[in-house]
């Protein structure tokens, strides 16, 4: 009889069989899941290596193709996500359901685990966009286009955080929260894997402990690697500002203000150096410290333009804006526009294709990672209590970036001390420009010099999280798996292909890649929201 060991083995502890492997370079992970999303995001890396301008065109065509026929299916189904989330946290049976055990408290502090919430979710993008969002749409928007309102100008104020709010409110959470509520229900309160896989139990079976659940895993992967990489992307982009607004460089800016290849390269080799040191330091450790760092210089930048920005705008932008974004948020989350073939369609197409649609595709693809992370940091808290802290509470915090910064850039335009060197900048450079103008030169560079070392903890808290992630969706859910080397391999491919993309198409290359590649997630996210109203709701096995 032989004495050798089975080369698989089946994860232990779980209703959900998933097989892993027993031994070699891969032992504990599912070598289907874990070594399939290497080959395909390999061969990504490669063609866009080789070919690095017909990639670019061709991501460009497939992204064109995709918004033509599915631009009305992100809009509807991120809708979907919201109101579930909302309808099972305000529908009294499911609202006091604990993610957990009974009696079982929750693992972090209240600060704790709001401040890796939002820096995991959202924290880059509040960098980048709370200057440049409301000061696009300060500019254009679709009251704009439709002419009802005139382009930067103070009538066109309210109008501007309408729309911005728009794509930082309630949508984007209610993404993330339906991964994170699912994931965490189903493996706390049912006893299974912490995978994507667990989450279509209730309409598949055990099926999904197969061939469909590997499939639905490399898919959340993918999604994965593709919306963080968006997300580094734009962050070394503004590192890069940031780092030239404090040196003076010149060769880390072009003629058009815009960082160079060679800025962001740089800055994307010192990121992901430092989140792969950190991922293998683990989630107690290093991401926790830095989550709280990065909460604290985030309200002290807050304060910063609390206290010297313009405050009685931002605080009037704020209220109003909260007003105007809750009247168009129903409107707003069924509208499809079309061209009619007129100008005026054209445009407002071209606008929601731009931003809203860019957007939920964005919010899609990062909620593998981000799911999965508020459901490692929730348990122990109910269903009403994890929709107010990771939906709403986020939400607020995200129009008050809005606000006060954003609102600081708009009344700097508005006033005439601007004249358009904010609007016209780059994006990765408007938050600067505004600092620019609100200090003196030396204090403008100390206060850049917080931004960037702000920049750099949010997206190392990204990367080392979304690391960390993909290792447990790869290895049935198994939140040990760690191991430095395969935490350098995943750190190694973020950084390829994030660095390949940039090469074929700038920023353009990373959007086309991630607005394709959320869209067979979208449809498993959906699935995942049947499955909770199927057991929340109906109580059905």
Same mark, same amino acid.
């Given at each position: 009889?032989? $004495?050798?060991?089975p ?15 027993r ?8 070598k ?28 460009l065509e ?5 918004n ?7 809009v ?8 579930v989330?909302l309808?099972l946290?305000?529908?009294?049976? $499911?609202?006091r359901?604990?993610l ?8 972090f ?8 919430m939002f820096g ?6 509040m960098? $980048? ?8 749409h ?8 439709l002419?009802?309102t ?5 009538g066109?104020v309210?109008n ?8 930082y409110g ?8 339906i ?10 309160n049912?006893?299974l894997?912490?995978t994507?896989r ?9 099926a999904v402990s ?11 992967i ?11 992307g734009?962050?070394?982009s ?6 030239f ?5 010149e ?11 060679a ?14 040191a ?8 290093g ?13 002290f ?18 209220f ?11 409107g707003?989350?069924f509208?499809v ?30 909620a ?40 600081s ?14 609007v ?19 204090l403008?560079i ?6 960037v070392?702000l ?14 992630i993909?290792n ?21 491919i973020?950084?390829?292909v ?22 067979p997630f979208?449809?498993?996210?959906a699935l995942m929201?049947?499955?909770l109203?199927k057991?929340?709701v109906?109580?059905?096995?």
């Open positions: 009889m032989s $004495t050798s060991q080369a698989n083995q089946i994860a232990e502890n779980s209703l959900l069989p998933i097989n892993v492997a031994s070699g370079f891969y032992e504990g992970f599912n289907v899941v874990v070594i399939c999303p290497k080959v395909l995001i390999g061969m990504l890396i490669v063609w866009a290596g080789l070919y690095p301008q017909y990639a670019g065109e061709v991501l497939v992204q064109n193709w995709t033509e026929e599915f631009g009305g299916w992100y509807y189904v991120t809708a979907f996500y919201l109101i989330c309808v946290a305000l529908w009294p049976g $499911t609202g359901v604990v957990g055990k009974e009696g079982e408290k929750p693992e502090s209240t600060f704790s685990w709001f401040a890796m995991a979710g959202i924290g880059v993008g960098l $980048t966009y709370s200057t440049a969002e409301p000061i696009f300060f500019a254009q928007n679709p009251d704009t286009i002419g009802l005139e382009g930067q100008t103070a066109n309210r501007a955080y309408k729309w911005a709010f728009l794509h309630l949508t984007p959470w209610g993404c993330y929260g991964i994170g509520m699912s994931l965490a229900y189903f493996s706390y049912r006893g894997p912490l994507i667990s989450s279509l139990q209730p309409l598949f079976g055990n197969g061939p469909l659940g590997h499939v639905v895993d490399v898919v959340a993918l999604a994965t690697v593709i919306g963080v990489g968006v997300t580094i734009y962050g070394v503004q590192f890069s500002s940031g780092v607004n404090i040196t003076g460089a060769w880390m800016t072009s003629g058009q203000g815009k960082p160079t290849l800025a962001q390269l740089t800055a994307l080799v010192f990121i992901m150096l430092a989140s792969t950190s991922a293998m330091s683990g989630l107690q450790r991401i926790k410290w830095l989550s709280n760092l990065n909460m604290g210089l985030s309200f930048l807050l304060a910063f333009f609390a206290v010297l920005g313009a405050t009685l705008f931002a605080a009037k932008s704020f109003l804006g909260i007003w105007d974004y809750l009247t168009v948020l129903p707003a989350s509208t526009w079309t061209d009619q073939s007129t100008e005026t369609g054209r445009a407002l197409v071209d606008w929601q294709r731009a931003w809203s649609i860019f957007y939920w595709a964005w919010w899609i693809a990062f593998p990672f981000v799911g999965l992370f508020l459901a490692r940091v929730s348990r122990g808290r109910t269903i009403r209590e994890y929709v107010l802290g990771a939906m709403i509470v986020p939400s607020i915090m995200c129009f008050t970036w809005f606000a006060l910064v954003g609102g850039a708009i009344d700097l335009e508005l006033s005439g001390v601007a004249q358009g060197s904010i016209n900048a780059d994006i990765s450079a408007q938050l600067f420009r505004t600092i620019n103008l609100i200090l003196s030169p030396e403008a100390g206060m850049s010099a917080i931004i070392l920049l750099s903890t949010y997206l190392v808290t990204s990367a080392d999280s979304a690391i960390l993909i447990t969706l790869a290895s049935a859910g198994n939140e040990s798996q760690k191991h430095a080397k395969h935490v350098a391999i995943w750190g190694l973020f950084a390829a994030i660095a390949v993309l940039l090469t074929a198409g700038g920023m353009g290359a990373l959007r086309s890649a991630m607005i394709i590649g959320a869209l979208s449809l498993v996210m929201a049947v499955s109203i057991v929340l109906f109580k059905r096995p």
